[in-house]
């Protein structure tokens, strides 16, 4: 089986990084990685997301998925998802869509992410996949954006902390590290928590390989 992982960002380093990621999780899959034709390196705005979606847009209309059986969008926004429902054969799935849908199976949770202004996108990504209910908030690590990400080490340690104030004040049966570009981040916390941690990328994999099974591309 092949799957299409593909980065909404320009950062070829996020590419690499994240693909590394999807293939650990299955490795009997094989991943390939795009990354955005345009748009910015780091999304952290509505603006960015849909520059993001744009570019996504474009790139599957120069390079259709041919010899894949899905395509995975790794931005948390999960932009162009319905977009590429429409205009692909293959199933589609998010990083948001699949992370949110494994932490709702253990209860509450809470989304952990370094960007305040994607909150209310992340909000409704949650109320539109049907996980009103039990979505608990978005949590974020304190300092700018841009400063947090770009120290690794400490970017575990702020997503750590956040992580512990979710479970402290929210009541988080469970979190979902919100982004694609955290994915190295969240798996270097993912065990060291209460509750479960559930990282979008690998979880973005097995729900892709769920659908690719299925007759319906958008199950």
Known sequence: MRLLLINP?????????MVGIARESLPAVEIDGLSAPFGVPLITSPTAL??????????IAGRPPFGYQ????????????????????????GIAEAGMAEAAR??????????????????????????????????LTEGDVHQVMGDRQ???????????RAVRDLGAQALVIGGGPLAVAARAIAHSLPVPIIEPVPAAVRLAVRRAGRSNPAD
Request: glycine content about 10%.
């Open 50 to 59: 849909e520059i993001g979606r744009q570019a996504v847009n474009a790139l």
């Open 9 to 17: 960002n320009t950062s070829q380093a996020t590419t690499a990084a």
């Open 70 to 93: 899905g395509i995975i969008i790794a931005a948390f926004g999960d932009p162009a998802l319905s977009d590429l429902r429409q205009a692909v054969a293959v199933p589609v799935t």
């Open 154 to 164: 400490g970017l575990a340690d702020a997503l750590r902390e956040a992580c512990e």
């Open 106 to 139: 253990h209860g509450r949770f809470a989304v952990v992410t370094t960007t305040p202004e994607l909150a209310p996108a992340i909000a409704e990504r949650a109320e539109a996949y049907g996980h009103g209910d039990v979505f608990l908030g978005t949590v």
